[in-house]
């Protein structure tokens, strides 16, 4: 949803995953990984009048913490995944972030 790109994408091959992808590039690649159309500053008609409008490095910012949750929800062996409460409250500061800017 946030790369634009499925986990099965025949650009993966065997030794590469959606999961590994997005963990190389970020934070410093986040841009390649990221769904161009995201960034649009106006997409789907909000702005001003849809109850945000924020700059592309808070998108960006933004993104690049909801892609880091997802990492860690998603790793390998379950005692190394974060606890869905932990999860939680971090995409709900990430939200807040949002909506403030």
Known sequence: MFTGKRPTGSEFGELLSLHKHVQMALPDQAATVIDQDLL????????????????????????????????????????????????LRELQIIRDKFYAH
């Open 40 to 87: 649009k500053a106006e997409s789907n008609g909000k702005g001003t009048e849809g109850g945000y409008h924020s700059s592309e490095d808070t998108r960006i910012s933004c993104i690049v913490s909801i892609l880091q949750v997802g990492i860690s929800c998603s790793k390998e062996t379950p005692t190394e995944r974060i606890q869905i409460g932990d999860a």
